[in-house]
């Protein structure tokens, strides 16, 4: 089963929760698993996006209580490991975008990065996606995490790069 792990921030304005909405949309429609953090902000927004095109969530929830995930979520994991929980929503997708984010979101990018997945942010959402978009996390390998304009092209990057094609 493909999965691809969305991360970014838990606060995030109007235009960066539409962009996640797409985001949440085009995997969905591709029949890939999203698996995020599943609570609010871009995890709430990508799964609402998915949900409407169909397709199966995952949220790892760093609560211990199944009903604190957003409404979106199908598959609810209980953690109660806080923010520790960035491990499991990282190493879960096969690949990872990342919208908007702070602390959290860097977290799970080097994660990410340590576990030589694809990461993807789209830059115009701010925070660390801005701030990684077409840069190398780490001075030991050449790669860098793409930048995409939209969610469509962070997709298409993921299955072009994975031979999901």
């Given at each position: 089963?493909?999965?691809?792990?969305?991360?970014?921030?838990?606060?995030?304005?109007?235009?960066?929760?539409?962009?996640?909405?797409?985001?949440?949309?085009?995997?969905?429609?591709r029949r890939?698993?999203?698996?995020?953090?599943?609570?609010?902000?871009?995890?709430e927004a990508a799964c609402k996006?998915?949900?409407t095109a169909g397709g199966l969530t995952v949220g790892i929830i760093?609560?211990?209580?199944?009903?604190?995930?957003?409404?979106?979520?199908?598959?609810?994991?209980?953690?109660?490991?806080?923010?520790?929980?960035?491990?499991?929503?990282?190493?879960?997708?096969?690949?990872?975008?990342?919208?908007?984010?702070?602390?959290?979101?860097?977290?799970e990018m080097a994660i990410a990065w340590f576990s030589?997945?694809?990461?993807?942010a789209i830059p115009t959402t701010g925070g660390w996606a801005q701030r990684l978009a077409g840069t190398r996390i780490d001075s030991r390998r050449e790669d860098v995490v793409y930048s995409a304009t939209t969610p469509k092209e962070a997709v298409d990057y993921i299955f072009k790069v994975l031979g999901w094609e």
């Open positions: 089963m493909r999965t691809i792990s969305v991360i970014g921030g838990s606060q995030p304005d109007d235009d960066t929760l539409i962009v996640a909405e797409e985001l949440g949309s085009e995997i969905g429609k890939i698993v999203l698996v995020c953090g599943g609570v609010g902000g871009i995890m996006g998915a949900k760093p609560q211990d209580d199944k009903p604190t995930a957003n409404p979106y979520v199908d598959i609810v994991i209980p953690t109660g490991l806080g923010f520790a929980r960035n491990f499991l929503v990282a190493k879960t997708g096969d690949a990872v975008v990342a919208i908007d984010g702070s602390a959290g979101t860097l977290s030589d997945k694809p990461i993807v």
